[in-house]
T-cell receptor, first 115, second 113 residues
């Protein structure tokens, strides 16, 4: 079954404690992306990756890092989480980022609370 | 910049067609219109997409105006399980031929018995 898998699904952490949210897709997709969703603000893109070792900032990259060492994985790293990063996070992937016709698939989301 | 404009909410009676409008007046020639929905806080679910022709699949129909500046998503027989936030999205090409997905606020569709 084609899917995008995120872990953890739910996490409560403390300010300043580094954490990583993993994302994996089994569709051999080139393009992967991270979004955060906050009440009243819709989904906003954090980072995206066109392919292995190719990443770029989205609209709200501050406080986040990503890496793309393998095609299937695209972890989101919060080096020093702060309460304003409390949010619902979604990972997404599509076959290619160079064609507007590809469908994007989303993971089920990761609830992150920073206290 | 806002790429699409949708009404914040709509009501629909169960069993009736739900017609969700979207304006995308700045769309360019190679940009597709996508529709997704989000039920509660689950991952957004793909519904349908199109470029210029009307499209239909097992979930919905997409009607795109001839000038491509607006579109309508049609759920032909809405059920209570179709209650969700519906997002109309234009898939854009960024500054380095990269794609971005711009999500607006969407339309909250309330299907009522």
């Amino acid at each position: 079954e084609a899917q995008v898998t995120q872990n953890p699904r739910y996490l409560i952490t403390v300010t300043g404690k580094k954490l990583t949210v993993t994302c994996s897709q089994n569709m051999n997709h080139e393009y992967m992306s991270w979004y955060r969703q906050d009440p009243g603000l819709g989904l906003r893109q954090i980072y995206y990756s066109m392919n292995v070792e190719v990443t770029d900032k989205g609209d709200v990259p501050e406080g986040y890092k990503v890496s793309r060492k393998e095609k299937r994985n695209f972890p989101l790293i919060l080096e020093s989480p702060s309460p304003n990063q409390t949010s619902l996070y979604f990972c997404a992937s599509s076959l290619s980022g160079r064609s507007t016709g590809n469908t994007i698939y989303f993971g089920e989301g990761s609830w992150l609370t920073v206290v | 910049d806002a790429k699409t404009t949708q009404p914040p909410s709509m009501d629909c009676a169960e069993g009736r067609a739900a017609n969700l409008p979207c304006n995308h007046s700045t769309i360019s020639g190679n940009e597709y219109v996508y529709w997704y929905r989000q039920i509660h806080s689950q991952g957004p679910q793909y519904i349908i997409h199109g470029l210029k022709n009307n499209e239909t699949n097992e979930m919905a129909s997409l009607i795109i105006t001839e000038d491509r500046k607006s579109s309508t998503l049609i759920l032909p027989h809405a059920t209570l399980r179709d209650t969700a936030v519906y997002y109309c999205i234009v898939r854009v090409v960024g500054g380095h031929n990269f794609n971005k997905f711009y999500f607006g606020s969407g339309t909250k569709l309330n299907v009522k018995p």
